[in-house]
């Protein structure tokens, strides 16, 4: 007869009773928005407790340690959040939709040759989860707004673009 055997990821001793516990924490949304959307933050808690139920990679605790995590749960003390907190960044990383940008040099340039209308291309960082990214503006007008707010970040020897 094959039997499983937990040990606790907390103590290192074997679970002895027919239980083992484990702790699952689901993000929600304070506000929901009523189309079936969720926010960055809850769907990526959501992913990271899933994917670890599907993997077999949540932590398993003994009835002791689930007292002790219980009680330090409900009496609010503080917890270290960094290990979910670097999941949590890389979930970001994989799903950001690069909104919230800055811009880190433009220049003119034209299309594969030479006779191609001239258009911006425009290096960005995205300040979420710092990918580089190009946008490109083709629209005469709205070139010249862009380079009125941002004439500072015009290719050259001080701004470069990041490769």
């Known amino acids: 007869m094959i039997q499983n055997r937990f040990v606790c990821d907390r103590c290192g001793s074997e679970?002895?009773?027919n239980t083992y516990f484990t702790v699952d924490i689901y993000?929600?949304?304070?506000n929901p928005s009523g189309d079936n959307t969720v926010a960055l933050d809850t769907a990526t808690r959501n992913v990271c407790t899933n994917t670890s139920k599907m993997?077999?990679?949540e932590m398993h605790y003994c009835k002791s340690c689930r007292d002790e995590i219980e009680n330090f749960i409900y009496n609010r003390k503080f917890v270290?959040?960094?290990p979910v907190k670097s999941?949590?960044?890389?979930?970001?990383q994989?799903?950001?939709?690069?909104?919230?940008?800055?811009?880190?040099?433009?220049?003119?340039?034209?299309g594969i040759s030479t006779y191609e209308i001239r258009f911006l291309e425009i290096q960005m960082r995205c300040k979420d989860c710092s990918k580089y990214h190009f946008k490109y503006i083709r629209d005469w007008n709205e070139?010249?707004?862009?380079?009125s707010k941002h004439k500072n970040k015009q290719w050259s020897d001080e701004c470069k673009p990041v490769l």
């Open 55 to 57: 993997f077999g990679t």
């Open 94 to 110: 994989l799903i950001c939709k690069h909104k919230n940008n800055e811009v880190v040099c433009w220049h003119w340039t034209h």
């Open 80 to 82: 270290d959040m960094s």
């Open 27 to 30: 993000g929600h949304d304070i």
């Open 143 to 147: 070139c010249e707004k862009f380079i």
């Open 87 to 92: 999941n949590l960044s890389t979930l970001k």
């Open 15 to 17: 679970c002895s009773d």
